[in-house]
Nanobody, 117 residues
Framework: QVQLVESGGGLVQAGGSLRLSCAASGSIFSASAMGWFRQRPGKQRELVAISVNTGVTNYVDSVKGRFTISRDNAKNTVYLQMNSLEAEDTAVYYC???????????WGQGTQVTVSS
């Protein structure tokens, strides 16, 4: 069982930056995929960024060039650097980690990001 704790959310003005962190209670070295999702008000949860162990990284079109996902295996932490934030980025952001095998998906509790225009 892995627990994920997100931090780094908050209130920021449009154009500003935030870095979200997701600390895992155990090693993420063997994770097959890591990602960040978000749920905007009145919307379904959507994938924002994902990194798979093949080295492939994908982003939703709306954040390409502005957001960067990264990981630090030594700290068991996944990051989401968010630059040039827009009001439309306002959402609860969730960290996600998947390990090989079925039923090995884990979610964080979510962190609120609010961008004022």
């Amino acid at each position: 069982q892995v627990q994920l704790v997100e931090s780094g959310g908050g209130l920021v003005q449009a154009g500003g930056s935030l870095r979200l962190s997701c600390a895992a209670s155990g090693s993420i070295f063997s994770a097959s995929a890591m990602g960040w999702f978000r749920q905007r008000p009145g919307k379904q949860r959507e994938l924002v960024a994902i990194s798979v162990n093949t080295g492939v990284t994908n982003y939703v079109d709306s954040v390409k060039g502005r957001f960067t996902i990264s990981r630090d295996n030594a700290k068991n932490t996944v990051y989401l650097q968010m630059n040039s934030l827009e009001a439309e980025d306002t959402a609860v952001y969730y960290c996600y980690i998947k390990f090989p095998g079925g039923g090995n998906d884990y979610w964080g509790q979510g962190t609120q990001v609010t961008v004022s225009s």
